[in-house]
T-cell receptor
Framework: EDQVTQSPEALRLQEGESSSLNCSYT??????LFWYRQDPGKGPEFLFT???AGEEKEKERLKATLTKKESFLHITAPKPEDSATYLC?????????????FGSGTKLNVKP | DAGVIQSPRHEVTEMGQEVTLRCKPI?????LFWYRQTMMRGLELLIY????????DSGMPEDRFSAKMPNASFSTLKIQPSEPRDSAVYFC?????????????FGPGTRLLVL
């Protein structure tokens, strides 16, 4: 069964304290792995798509990496405005390729 | 681009009432997805459409739920009759379906409370 697990569930950082969020997945082939940011009361906002192991994407203080079984979202020198829930989703390569399987998210809180 | 538009943004209703949620996808997108988000179960895919045709409704929890997409710019999700356990945030998302690698873009959601 296709599955996506995110850890930790919650993460509290001081401003400037770098860390990483993890997304591990088990799908029958990967067509894409997606990272979203969700602020309270809003819909998920697209951040990155990764397609193959070894790929990396960067945006400001965020860097996403992908291996064959997991992805990491590295946050360098975070600021309070980076506080949000970060969601990971995978798209399988089989006939269900239009379905995204979401993890339960990591709630990040960055204190000034 | 206006992004995905959903209405209403908030809905409070009583158990047994009919609820209709509405979605306008991004112009030019031909895949549309309805999700439900709760604290307990996270984001769950309910149903998705390609070119206005329902492709997979295996996530629809019960026959009380139905969805339609009469044209490329409008979709509805209906719950009849509603129950308190239907309380959740319902999201609509859209994407292109040209190659199957496209990203899904989400609307702001409808927060539903069934009393």
């Amino acid at each position: 069964e296709d599955q996506v697990t995110q850890s930790p569930e919650a993460l509290r950082l001081q401003e400037g304290e770098s860390s990483s969020l993890n997304c591990s997945y088990t799908v029958s082939g990967l067509r894409g792995l997606f990272w979203y940011r969700q602020d309270p009361g809003k819909g998920p906002e697209f951040l990155f798509t990764l397609y193959s192991a070894g790929e990396e994407k960067e945006k400001e203080r965020l860097k996403a990496t992908l291996t064959k079984k997991e992805s990491f979202l590295h946050i360098t020198a975070p600021k309070p405005e980076d506080s949000a829930t970060y969601l990971c989703a995978v798209r399988p390569a089989d006939y269900n390729f239009n379905k995204f399987y979401f993890g339960s998210g990591t709630k990040l809180n960055v204190k000034p | 681009d206006a992004g995905v538009i959903q209405s209403p943004r908030h809905e409070v209703t009583e158990m047994g009432q009919e609820v209709t949620l509405r979605c306008k996808p991004i112009s030019g997108h031909n895949s549309l997805f309805w999700y439900r988000q709760t604290m307990m179960r996270g984001l769950e895919l309910l149903i998705y459409f390609n070119n206005n045709v329902p492709i997979d409704d295996s996530g629809m929890p019960e026959d009380r739920f139905s969805a339609k997409m009469p044209n490329a710019s409008f979709s509805t999700l209906k719950i009849q009759p509603s129950e308190p356990r239907d309380s959740a945030v319902y999201f609509c998302a859209s994407s292109l379906k040209a190659t199957g690698f496209e990203t899904q873009y989400f609307g702001p959601g409808t927060r539903l409370l069934v009393l």
